[in-house]
């Protein structure tokens, strides 16, 4: 009871500063091995061979998801405030207005939509995004690739590669005051 007395009081703008650095930094650091493992998965007939330079679809697949899990922690008032300031900041990064960013951000939404249908599991869905993405069907054994299928271990060891850049919005709320 008392820590909640101590707790820093963040404001909305301030999560998302914290947000946005934090998603990036950990994009940033982590696709390098993301890459790796991706290239030397054993699902696939031969390496995808993604270089650690290919990382604009992995960023964008990657906040995406995250903007989706921000509205199951937040009341929608307040999500759709964090979120709204998270695209400034993330528009301002990439040089692009908040118009655009938030058009790229529907557009990836309704992918990931698209080929996770019709489950509703996020984290499945961004491992199919990047299946998708990254063109790795064209990498698979005969079987997956003729039904233009994910193999399905390669898609329970991607889920749990995801799961490390998925943001943790329970240590956040457990130091500080939303």
Known sequence: MIRSFLKKRLTDNQLANIFV???????????????????????FDYSPDIAPTEIDEFTMIIIVGNLV???????????????????Q??????GLTETQFSDIISDY??????????????????????????????FQEEYFKNMQAPNPLFLKRMDEIVSNFIWNWDAVEKKYKI
Do not use: W
Not at 31 to 41: H, L, P, Q, R, T
Not at 89 to 94: C, E, G, L, Q, V
Not at 126 to 137: E, G, Q, R, T, V
């Open 21 to 43: 650095n934090g998603l990036l930094e950990v994009i940033d650091n982590g696709f390098k091995e993301v890459a790796s493992m991706i290239n030397e998965d054993p699902a």
């Open 69 to 87: 899990q921000l509205e199951s922690h937040f009341d929608y008032n307040q999500a759709v405030s964090v979120e709204s300031l998270i695209i």
């Open 89 to 94: 900041k993330f528009a301002t990064i990439y």
């Open 109 to 138: 939404k309704s992918f990931i939509s698209r080929v996770n249908y019709p489950s509703k599991n996020v984290l499945y869905g961004m491992s199919k995004a990047i299946f998708h993405k990254y063109a790795l069907n064209d």
